[in-house]
């Protein structure tokens, strides 16, 4: 396998959002109301809910707020992760649910986003990511999918088992053998820091998950498995939680061996971006505190290359994403922010690639 671009991609939820106009965001319509229909007779379950639906702006709820309070608070009742276990793997299916009905409006899979991913792989850049959706990922298989078998040894591809920065065995594992051929680190790594909604925890194991504990378990897997029994069976080894965790990474999130490997890839990866690091349609939350100290820590405050693409329209939308990427790197300069589409980025930059 050949070395690491230099070059790195950190895309937020703005970068699926220019693919699919429809993916839900952070802070969207999660159908509230049927959850709390159904955990009526769940006191502290309802409880959360009915808080985030007080805060709800035109009946839209930040799922990554609720993400948080349902991993638990210290002052909780010792009981109250039965609820919030249940109520958390609702949260996961809706968001996918809408991640689902996001995409089927495409009648198309977009050809910019597999050039984006021909890209990537091609040029061995590794991509951060804190989106949990798996359209990148998809994109991805599907250039990998164009290669012949033997591209599978080479350099020039990438492959769930192997591209996520830790050998992630397919889902179809549970239920019998699968080739070996990919448990190898891929060419280019989409690393992605929070999690991702077809990463699966499969049944019997606890916090904090061993690596084996995730299986990747989605619906465009190079091989698919076929029959209805054999997805059904491969559904009871599974917990109907996804592993996916909110920015504001609590205690036992930081006990994750997934995440602790993950985030150091990250920041090795950053470290030596030396042809520059590209941020692509993230909004730099100020919640997300570990994210902010892993930039400070790796990306040098002077002579960095630090590029910032954002679809902000009006002044005042420019302006704050200036004073927050500025604050964190004091050297940035105006010339590194782009106003433009993420869509209209990656065309402009996978036309111009010989």
Same mark, same amino acid.
């Given at each position: ?11 937020? =939820? ?5 693919? $699919? #106009? &429809? %993916? ?5 319509? /999660? ?70 009905? =996001? ?5 198309? $899979? #977009? &050809? %910019? ?5 021909? /890209? ?235």
């Amino acid at each position: 396998m050949s070395q690491s671009s230099n070059k790195v991609f950190v895309l937020g =939820a703005g970068f699926t959002r220019a693919f $699919f #106009p &429809d %993916a839900p965001l952070l802070v969207d319509y /999660y159908d509230i109301d049927s959850l709390l229909k159904k955990y009526a007779e769940f006191d502290l379950a309802q409880r959360v809910l009915e808080s985030e639906r007080e805060r709800a702006e035109d009946g839209k709820i930040n799922i990554e707020r609720l993400l948080t309070r349902l991993d638990g608070m210290p002052y909780d009742r010792e009981d109250a992760y039965l609820q919030f276990n249940s109520l958390k793997s609702d949260v996961h299916r809706v968001f996918q649910d809408r991640l689902n009905a =996001a995409t089927a409006k495409v009648k198309d $899979f #977009p &050809d %910019a986003l597999k050039n984006f991913a021909r /890209y990537c792989v091609n040029n061995n850049i590794t991509c951060i990511t804190f989106n949990y959706d798996d359209a990148l990922d998809k994109a991805l298989a599907l250039v990998t999918a164009e290669k012949p078998m033997e591209g599978f040894f080479g350099e020039k591809y990438w492959h769930p088992d192997g591209g996520y920065g830790f050998f992630c065995q397919s889902s179809s594992s549970c239920i019998g053998e699968t080739p070996m051929a990919h448990n190898v680190s891929t060419s280019m790594q989409l690393l992605k820091l929070h999690g991702s909604t077809n990463w699966r925890i499969k049944v019997g194991f606890a916090k904090p998950y061993p690596l084996g504990a995730i299986v990747h378990h989605e619906r465009w897997r190079t091989k698919p498995v076929q029959g209805d029994l054999t997805e059904q069976a491969i559904e009871s080894h599974l917990s109907g939680e996804r592993f996916i965790v909110p920015p504001v990474l609590g205690k036992s999130a930081l006990e994750e061996p997934i995440l602790l490997r993950i985030w150091g890839k990250a920041r090795i990866a950053l470290r030596d971006a030396h042809d520059g690091v590209v941020f692509v349609g993230y909004s730099c939350p100020i919640t997300d505190l570990a994210a902010s100290f892993l930039f400070s820590d790796t990306v040098p405050l002077k002579g960095s290359r630090v590029t910032v693409v954002n679809k902000a329209e009006d002044s005042k939308t420019k302006q704050y994403v200036k004073e927050v990427y500025q604050r964190l790197f004091p050297g940035m300069e105006e010339s590194g922010f782009q106003f433009i589409d993420a869509l209209k980025w990656a065309q402009d930059m996978t036309n111009h690639s010989v």
